[in-house]
């Protein structure tokens, strides 16, 4: 069984085909970058581009970067409030004929991981974390994807602003903070979501899990705490995953 995902961002997306039964990527992972706008009557025409080019009909996913409810966005603070309420499956129907399912970009990370990739073996709650240009908070209890939990958007518990203002890749890298720096609040935000959601098993995905060698001595939890084996592929191949698996085509 072959299903298309798209993991659909602020500043652009990535589409690729993906045999589910064994994750693999087929082909290329087609990505594209938006120049002028992340407005839909920009980013649709992109879209249908990409699927003409790949030559699909089948099943469809899409991780969006934002709360999804019946596959239409409610929330998409990195995106541009032009999304909300916008049908992009009907948008898309030539392409999936019924076959799409739409759920959140942090969501769609943790549901590949989880089937292809780490894994959640036989514990009953885990929070896998998307550390990136925001934080994405997942959770899934006794295997079971609860969805748009948005902790990332929560205050901090010890310092101004939001979680993510302090544990996010993009505040990183716009803080100029050292790894240690970083692991520091990160470590906050831990404590933090543990006391609330009480995990077992903490999954990380993102662009610091490169530096996994370096960071992991410097945070604690009560949880298992392990890196991502997916990388690039994670959030459009559990897109890819839930068109088969959600959509009720």
Known sequence: ???????????????GVFDLQTGNLEGELHTVQFTSS???????????EGLDMLGWKGPVGVGFPGAVENNVARTAPNIGEAWKDVDLAGALHPYHEGRFHMLNDADAVAVGEQRFGHGHGDHECVL???IGTGLGTTVHRQGQLVPNLEYGRDPHP???????????GRARREGNWTLEAWSERF??????????????????YGGIVEHWSVIEPLLTTQA????????????????????VHYSEG
Do not use: C, Y
Request: proline share 6%; no cysteine.
């Open 1 to 15: 069984m072959h299903s298309l995902g798209i993991d659909l961002g602020g500043s652009g997306f990535r589409m």
């Open 38 to 48: 992340s407005h839909p009557d920009t980013v649709l025409p992109l879209l249908k």
């Open 128 to 130: 896998t974390l998307t």
């Open 158 to 168: 010890t310092r101004n602003g939001l979680l993510e203002q302090h544990l996010s």
């Open 187 to 204: 470590q906050e935000g831990l404590e933090h979501l543990e006391q609330r959601l009480q995990p077992t098993l903490i999954l990380l």
């Open 224 to 243: 298992t705490l392990v890196p991502a084996v997916l990388q690039s592929t994670a959030g459009p191949l559990g897109a890819a995953w839930s068109a």
